[in-house]
């Protein structure tokens, strides 16, 4: 058997065509905010990729582009600038910050209803208690994901391994809604035998950010394997860089279905980034 390619940028697309249509029947078209400190090229590719993201479906573009050099008053200016700014309907702050600043003190000072990340503690709180909000974008991105491939999640047993803020941790949350109605087990380095709670499972998400750490003789035969693990690794005979999965490759050969990295959970969490911003943008025109 070889998996069945759960093809996230194909699903990303499809989903930014829905978002366009929503955008053109806004009374006004919705803006997404980012601020980004300093010069590492992957946070600006990032940025830069959510800036043509946006354009693609009509969302108006503010950047705010600081030095490393900027202080923890520049950055709380951009942020206070952004949730006073009424062309501002959503905004992220690109992690990682460079060290120096209070990165939790910048995240608490963005207005909870211009959170396009949907990781402000409000938020997050609001997911717990089952309050209306914009959700995290990676697991939100893995639930619609697996929609569009008709993956049953009602009742499935998912493994996740990794407990980071953006993946791991919320996505136990979003699984257990009544809506998605899955039993999570949610692995992290404490685990004693990762291989007994990857193996029963029917879905499994591995977001650990360590290189092929999922194995074929982990996967139950036909189950559903996400890939959202990203690790650089240098060549060392090249000296070229290349982005490998948490996922092995010859997991393909036994799972039923496979979101790779590239191409999977990746393009679709900045679909729901988008769609963060319209939904906050709808919500906005409705009650306004
Ligand atoms: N405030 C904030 N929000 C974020 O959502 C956020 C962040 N900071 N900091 C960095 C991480 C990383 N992240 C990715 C999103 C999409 C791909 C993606 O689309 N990857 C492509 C290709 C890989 C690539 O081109 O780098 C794929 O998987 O096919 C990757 C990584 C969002 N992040």
Known sequence: MTATILDGKATATAIKDELRARVAALPAPPGLGTILVGDDPGSHAYVAGKHRDCAEVGIAS???DLPATATQQ???????ALN???????????????AGLDEQRILELIDPDKDADGLHPTNLGRLVLNIPAPLPCTPNGIVQLLRRHNVPINGAEVTAIGRGTTAGRPLGLIFTRKSENAT???CHTGTRDLAAHTRTADI?????????????????PGAAVLDVGVTRIVDETTGKARLVGDVAPDVAEVAGYLAPMPGGVGPMTRAMLLANVVDLAERRSTNA
């Not at 520049?74 to 206070?80: D, K, Q, S, T």
């Not at 009424?86 to 990682?96: D, E, H, K, R």
């Open 62 to 64: 503010i950047r705010y």
């Open 204 to 220: 499994v998400i591995v977001a650990a950010g360590s290189a092929a750490l999922l194995t074929r003789d982990m996967v139950k």
């Open 184 to 186: 999570v087990t949610l």
């Open 84 to 98: 006073e700014d009424p062309a501002c309907t959503g905004y992220i702050v690109q992690l990682p910050l460079p």
């Open 74 to 80: 520049e950055v709380e200016a951009a942020v206070r």
